[in-house]
C-alpha cells in the first residue's frame, strides 16, 4: 500500500512533536495499533458524572437542587474557559508544549465571538432556573434545606472567579467605598468586595461560619486572579482595542449582554427562587448559612457594574430596578 502525501506529511509532523519530547512515534503507533475503540459512555466519563449526586437527606426534591447546582458548575467551567481565552488572546498550548495558536494581541472578532458564547451559557443558566423556581415542593425544600448548613449556592468560587476576570477589582467593591478605593492596592479593595455583605448575620452584622469558611479557602487565590487579570480582564482587553474597534455594534451589543446576564439576570432569578422559597407574609426565612439574601441579591443594592462606562446615566441609576419591583408585587 502507497501512502498519499498528506499521510506521509502527518507521519513527519508527529515524528517531530514525540522526538521534541523524547518519544518514539514507532512505540505511539504500536499503541494506536493496540487500543480500543472509544465509546461514548467512556469519553464523557458517564458512570462517574451519574455518581456525583449524593443527597444528604430522603427528600426526593433534593436531587434536583443537586443536579441544577452542578449544571450551574459546570456552566461556571465553560464561561472561565473562555475568559481565560480572551486573556491569553487565545493562546493554545499542547502537553508537549506545543504552541498552537496565539495572538499578539487581541481582535474585535475573536472578543465578540467569545462573549457571545458566555452570554449563550449565562442565557440557558437563566432560562432554566425555573427548573429551581418551580421545579421543587416548598415543603421538602425548606426541610432538606437545614441538612446543608453552613453550606450555601454564595460559596460558588467560580462565580466570584468570572467577575474577578471581567471588570477592574474596583468595580466589585461596595459602591459607598469606591470612591475612596480607586488608587488603592489590590489587597486593600478586596478587603471591601460587595459578596461579604451577603453572608453577615441578620442580627449582628457578623460574619456568617458560611462566609468564615469561604473566605479560608478561597481568599487567596482570589487576590491571585484579580492580581493576574487586572491587566487582562475583559475590561482591558476592549480597551486595548483600536478606538474604532470599540464602537462596533456587534461587540459593543456583547458586552453590554454579559454585563446585564452575569449582573442583573443571573442575580434575579436567584431572587425570584428565594422570595417564592424563602419569603413569608410578615417575615423572611434566612438562607442557607444565614446569608442575607433580601439585601445581596438585588442589583439595585449593589450598583455591580462591569462597563459602567458602556451604560447611560440613568441605566446605571435603574440597574434592574424595575424587574426587582415586579418580582415584589407578585408576591404582595
Known amino acids: 500500500m502507497k501512502f498519499s502525501d498528506d499521510v506521509l506529511k502527518q507521519l513527519e509532523q508527529l515524528e517531530k512533536k514525540y522526538k521534541a519530547i523524547g518519544q518514539d512515534l514507532p512505540s505511539y503507533l504500536d499503541g494506536l495499533l493496540y ?11 458517564v458512570e462517574t458524572l451519574l455518581s456525583l449526586q449524593r443527597p444528604r437527606t430522603d427528600f426526593p426534591d433534593e436531587l434536583i437542587f ?21 486573556g491569553n488572546n487565545g493562546k493554545i498550548i499542547s502537553e508537549a508544549g506545543q504552541d498552537l495558536g496565539w495572538n499578539e494581541k487581541i481582535s474585535k472578532e475573536f472578543l465578540t465571538e467569545r462573549l457571545r458564547r458566555i452570554n449563550k451559557y449565562f442565557e440557558a443558566l437563566t432560562k432554566s432556573f425555573d427548573v429551581m423556581t418551580m421545579g421543587m415542593e416548598k415543603e421538602q425544600f425548606l426541610k432538606f434545606r437545614m441538612a446543608l448548613l453552613p453550606a450555601s449556592g454564595f460559596q460558588a468560587a467560580s ?30 479593595q478586596i478587603k471591601y468586595i460587595y459578596w ?32 493576574e487579570y487586572a491587566d487582562k480582564n475583559v475590561w482591558k482587553k476592549y480597551k486595548s482595542l483600536p478606538e474604532a474597534d470599540q464602537k462596533d455594534e456587534a461587540l459593543l451589543k456583547q458586552m453590554r449582554f454579559l454585563d446585564a446576564n452575569i449582573n442583573i439576570n443571573w442575580p434575579l432569578v436567584h ?12 417575615s423572611d426565612v434566612a438562607a442557607t448559612g444565614g446569608t442575607n439574601w433580601q439585601k445581596y441579591l438585588p442589583p439595585r443594592f449593589q450598583k455591580r457594574i462591569f462597563f459602567p462606562e458602556l451604560w447611560t446615566e440613568k441605566e446605571k441609576d435603574e440597574w434592574g430596578k424595575t424587574w426587582v419591583e415586579e418580582a415584589m408585587q407578585k408576591i404582595q
Not at 443537586?66 to 480572551?86: A, S
Open 35 to 45: 487500543s480500543n475503540p472509544l465509546d461514548y459512555w467512556d469519553y464523557i466519563q
Open 66 to 86: 443537586i443536579i441544577y447546582h452542578q449544571i450551574t458548575e459546570l456552566y461556571f467551567k465553560l464561561t472561565l474557559h473562555e475568559l481565560w481565552q480572551i
Open 159 to 188: 462565580y466570584r472567579k468570572i467577575e474577578l476576570q471581567c471588570t477592574d477589582l474596583i468595580n466589585l467593591t461596595d459602591k459607598d467605598k469606591r470612591e475612596q478605593l480607586i488608587n488603592a492596592p489590590i489587597e486593600e
Open 196 to 227: 461579604k455583605h451577603g453572608a453577615t448575620e441578620l442580627e449582628t452584622g457578623e460574619k456568617t461560619l458560611t462566609l468564615k469558611r469561604f473566605e479560608q479557602k478561597y481568599m487567596d487565590e482570589f487576590v491571585e486572579i484579580a492580581k
Open 271 to 282: 431572587y425570584k427562587t428565594a422570595v417564592r422559597y424563602l419569603a413569608k407574609d410578615s
